[in-house]
């Protein structure tokens, strides 16, 4: 599926709207199923699968397993008065919340934003090592939770400062995964060194450039790496790099470092 932007000129001011045009849509193959070749870290393939013409998305409703977002149970009192909660369904809502039986207030919970940025240079990438869980001495994208006050961009541009001690330029955005079960997104930008020095963070053992052909893709830390760089090295492939947005359900009850507990899916890119 491909999203084709149109740019629309509204009271002085230029929007952009988005409209699907139906291509194909995306698996990726479990990565126990790749047959050895001579690379040993070698990238998850992809299999095209046929989509029907006139492709819609239908709206999207929660299944009733997915009514209570977070552990709503676990918020025991509030956190503007003190009071005990109780918990219960608001009027006009359809998710259990903790509502304090004190002053009334619904305490909500929302998910997480995670930035980050894949670095270019010299046709390499520049990927961490792990120095804390989860995913101890895995690889990945520098990276983290986005901070009150700044932007998505500032904040990977921070995250890749402490993670690697780099300097970087960010070029474009590269993807939005939203991972609805573990309630966070993922917000990743193409980046460059602004000068060709990096070295290990406090939360990082190692940091090295890799060719696409040796991206360690068996040892990486989470499925959003997974799923980011594989986009990353068939965009490179097929010529320049796109934005993609998708979706990656988790299997309940699996590992975060499980990196083959998911699907992709309504994958889009311009």
């Known amino acids: 599926m491909m999203v084709k932007p149109i740019q629309l000129q509204l009271c002085g001011f230029v929007t952009q709207r988005w409209t699907l045009k139906p291509r194909t849509s995306l698996s990726f193959s479990s990565l126990s199923s790749l047959s050895p070749i001579s690379n040993p870290n070698p990238s998850p393939s992809f299999k095209l699968l046929p989509t029907p013409r006139n492709t819609r998305f239908a709206p999207f409703r929660a299944s009733s397993s997915l009514q209570s977002s977070g552990n709503v149970r676990s918020i025991k009192f509030c956190q503007w008065c003190g009071g005990s909660t109780k918990h219960d369904i608001p009027d ?21 934003m995670v930035v980050g940025c894949l670095i270019e240079h010299d046709n390499k990438v520049l990927l961490c090592k792990r120095n804390i869980q989860p995913s101890h001495g895995l690889w990945t ?6 901070e009150i006050g700044e932007s998505a961009m500032e904040g990977a541009v921070r995250e890749t400062r402490e993670e690697a001690n780099a300097d970087v330029e960010v070029i474009s955005p590269f993807a939005q995964l939203d991972i609805p079960l573990i309630g966070q997104t993922y917000m990743i930008f193409l980046a460059k060194l602004k000068k060709p020095h990096f070295s290990p963070g406090p939360e990082s053992s190692e940091c090295q450039l890799f060719s ?4 360690p893709f068996n040892s990486l830390s989470f499925s959003s790496m997974v799923v980011t760089l594989s986009l990353y090295v068939e965009d490179i492939k097929a010529g320049k790099p796109k934005f993609h947005y998708g979706t990656i359900n988790k299997r309940p009850g699996t590992s975060p470092s499980d990196i ?5 899916d309504h994958h889009m890119y311009t």
């Open 212 to 215: 696409l052909d040796d991206i």
């Open 260 to 264: 083959r507990a998911y699907t992709l």
């Open 92 to 112: 006009g809502e359809e998710k259990l919340r903790a509502i304090c039986t004190v002053c009334e207030r619904i305490a909500y919970q929302n998910p997480k």
């Open 141 to 146: 994208l520098p990276a983290g939770y986005l």
